[in-house]
């Protein structure tokens, strides 16, 4: 009983963070500089909030439709965060065009072959996707995705990045990727034992719990670098006195 | 297997290093001014003073009075952030998870003494977090306004 609501607690918490975060962005009209983390934050609402709800009502908790939902969905959600960890690169290289023209194709064919594998590996096992085949997988993925954003974490210490806001993001990402990927290789590494999936129930939960945390310490707590003053028209007298002689 | 293993391994360390991570960029907030030193005064806290040791001779002289001195410090800081100009008497997420990253570093601190291994960074990130919370209460203090009195005036009254 206990359990069931400390269960319910964690995931009603987590679509509650979700949607106020999202609110939170769109309301201080920082969405522009924040465009890809709405993205991914949309995604995930709909994903955990709408999608995933929808299909356990229609068919259970123990159907075979539900598992084959929740699994997709998750690389899909997966996927979702490695394209941002790619926008956080383009962010990381913002001014250092020649780096970025480096980085551009490399995150390209990183993506190309995550994607490829991915899709072949699911074509391969789609018939028994819920098996120790999917364990294995997921734990590659979340582990892939690790690589990359501590590369990112790496690139920003070496810049000495004063971007405080984005190693903030680049943090809550790692939570967010490390717990489960050591989630899904402990579940591997004990055959599919019970205890540890039920581990992940909870795990994956808090740490996308952990990863709004963070966030939303970024979005309230980070000082903005102070805007540059916009193009304002001068007065009259600073341009004619400014104007060369003789120019109309 | 082999892979399984290893991805185990390196991802509870990485997971552990980016908790780590965010509560260091926490600390790293900038306060507009160094509002602790008035909170140490008013309160005759030792942290300052340990940092002090730490970094001159490389090691505490007394280990017993280091752990001592920072949970005395630790208690009264804490008691101070729920207490001092504290309209709704209960910490904050930001200050609730940094108590707990103090509480985890205090034993790793201890862990690491048992294995006669240096404690030095290990302290110096306690004291910083110290620090961050006397910035806190300093800055709480600072906002409101007690007739004449100065911050550390209204802390030796609390």
């Given at each position: 009983m206990s359990d069931s609501i400390l269960g319910y607690a964690v995931q009603y918490g987590g679509y509650i963070l979700e949607l106020a975060l999202l609110v939170l962005i769109m309301r201080t009209g920082q969405w522009r500089k924040r465009i890809y983390v709405c993205l991914y934050l949309f995604l995930l609402l709909s994903v955990d909030a709408v999608g995933r709800p929808l299909v356990l009502h229609k068919f259970g908790v123990s159907s075979p439709q539900y598992s084959y939902f929740y699994w997709m969905s998750d690389v899909l959600l997966i996927l979702g965060a490695f394209l941002l960890v790619c926008s956080l690169f383009r962010r990381a290289c913002a001014g250092q065009e020649k780096m970025w023209d480096l980085l551009l194709p490399t995150l390209g064919a990183v993506f190309a072959l995550v994607l490829g594998i991915s899709l072949a590996s699911l074509h391969e096992h789609y018939k028994n996707l819920v098996s120790v085949f999917i364990v294995e997988f997921q734990q590659n993925l979340y582990f892939a995705c690790l690589v990359l954003n501590t590369l990112l974490y790496i690139l920003l210490q070496r810049r000495e990045s004063e971007d405080a806001e984005l190693a903030m993001t680049v943090c809550g990402l790692g939570i967010q990727f490390a717990g489960p990927a050591a989630n899904f290789a402990l579940v591997y590494l004990a055959q599919n034992n019970e205890r540890f999936w039920a581990l992940y129930q909870y795990l994956g939960p808090l740490c996308t719990i952990g990863m709004l945390a963070t966030w939303f310490y970024a979005v309230v707590h980070v000082p903005q670098p102070a805007k540059v003053a916009g193009k304002e028209r001068a007065p009259a007298w600073a341009s004619s006195a400014l104007r060369p002689e003789g120019a109309k | 297997m082999v892979l399984a293993a290893f991805i185990l391994i390196t991802s509870t360390a990485l997971f552990f290093f980016y908790l780590q991570a965010a509560c260091q960029r926490a600390l790293s907030t900038k306060f507009e001014q160094e509002y602790f030193r008035s909170i140490v005064n008013a309160n005759r806290l030792e942290f300052l003073s340990l940092r002090k040791e730490l970094e001159e001779y490389?090691?505490?002289?007394?280990y017993g009075r280091l752990r001592m001195t920072l949970k005395c410090d630790f208690l009264a800081l804490t008691y101070l952030l729920k207490n001092a100009a504290n309209v709704n008497q209960r910490y904050s997420r930001d200050e609730s998870l940094l108590m707990l990253y103090f509480r985890a570093l205090f034993v790793i601190v201890s862990a690491r003494r048992l294995f006669h291994l240096s404690e030095k960074k290990g302290v110096l990130k306690l004291t910083a977090i110290l620090e961050y919370f006397a910035n806190v209460v300093g800055q709480r203090v600072n906002q409101y306004r007690f007739g004449n009195l100065a911050p550390s005036d209204y802390l030796l009254e609390l």
């Open positions: - | 490389g090691h505490a002289v007394d």
